[in-house]
């Protein structure tokens, strides 16, 4: 499944590839890939074809290309989808392709933008913008105070500049842990909280910050939470980092995978292996049907109030 840092990665070649194209003709293969589209996959094509890309915002896991004042082309990638930037040149289509959309104009001479899905969780549809709640911009890559309709209640996530390291929207976003009666794993997973932060990402946050999966947001200090938070968008950075070239190695290789699983992690995936700092094997158990990857050592258990399961 694309991770946040690979979608940001998609977003940044999108804004260099098609933004300021004009989509001509709109194929759609899968009307399946359509089905959040109010209206039909003839709907879907009707509403794009003629419009221009104008930029290339994310959220979270949501992406998506405002075609007007007032409407959006939204993507979610879902568990395998791509955007793939297609060059006239090269004839081959790859056999999971859902959409297409026809380019003229574009600013690197692309000549469509691919919607490949091979297992059809993700999907296309031309949505509506409605104002922020914060009157703050929408996502990373717009300065406009909008965001589609369904990704309103989903928060901000750690690579926006609203709630970058430092500023008011951090530490409102550090208060609101806070609040939050849980464990700070869960409270990292919660969308509605903070958006795209995976079970790899908390576990190597949780890690790097050395607090315990299960310590209770009501209980940890502010420093605490910011240095978790602070360990979260690192990790995403570093990440992005590493990924941050398979764009365009998609743009001539539409195999090419992220760099993100080839670099080293600390705790996840790591039971029983020595703690990376301290030596201690790393402990594993099931959370949420998922897992939780620890130090027993750097992240003890907490007990009592400081505690929530
Ligand atoms: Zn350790």
Redesign the pocket.
């Known amino acids: 499944m694309p991770e946040l840092p690979e979608v940001e990665t998609v977003r940044d070649g999108l804004a260099r590839h098609v933004v300021g194209a004009r989509v001509g003709e709109v194929e759609v293969l899968r009307d399946y890939s359509v089905r959040h589209h109010d209206g039909g996959p003839s709907s879907f094509a009707g509403a794009i074809e003629g419009a221009t890309l104008t930029a290339a915002v994310r959220r979270g896991k949501y992406l998506w290309l405002p075609v007007s004042p007032g409407t959006a082309l939204l993507a979610h990638l879902g568990m395998s989808g791509q955007l793939l930037v297609r060059d006239g040149r090269d004839p081959w289509v790859h056999p999971h392709l859902r959409v297409r959309l026809h380019l003229s104009g574009a600013p690197t001479g692309a000549s469509a933008l691919d919607f490949v899905d091979q297992r059809t969780f993700g999907h296309l549809a031309v949505v509506a913008l409605v104002p922020t709640p914060d009157d703050a911009a929408g996502g990373r890559g717009t300065d406009a105070p909008l965001v589609p309709g369904p990704v309103a209640h989903i928060a901000r996530d750690l690579l926006d500049p609203q709630v970058a390291s430092g500023t008011p929207g951090r530490s409102a976003l550090i208060a609101a842990v806070r609040r939050r009666r849980t464990g700070i794993k869960r409270a990292l997973l919660d969308q509605s909280l903070v958006s795209g932060v995976g079970n790899i990402y908390a576990d190597e946050a949780l890690?790097r910050a050395?607090l315990h999966y299960a310590r209770a947001t009501d209980a940890l200090r502010p420093v605490e939470v910011a240095r978790v938070l602070d360990a979260a968008e690192e990790v995403m950075r570093e990440a992005l980092a590493v990924g941050g070239t398979s764009f365009d190695a998609l743009y001539v290789n539409v195999n090419g995978e992220s760099g993100y699983f080839a670099r080293g992690l600390a705790a996840y995936g790591r039971e029983g292996e020595p703690?990376?700092?301290?030596?201690?094997p790393?402990a594993r158990a099931t959370f949420m049907n998922r897992s939780a990857h620890w130090?027993?050592?750097?992240?003890p258990r907490p007990r009592g109030a400081n505690a929530r399961w």
């Open positions: 890690w050395r703690c990376p700092r301290c030596g201690t790393i130090c027993p050592r750097c992240q």
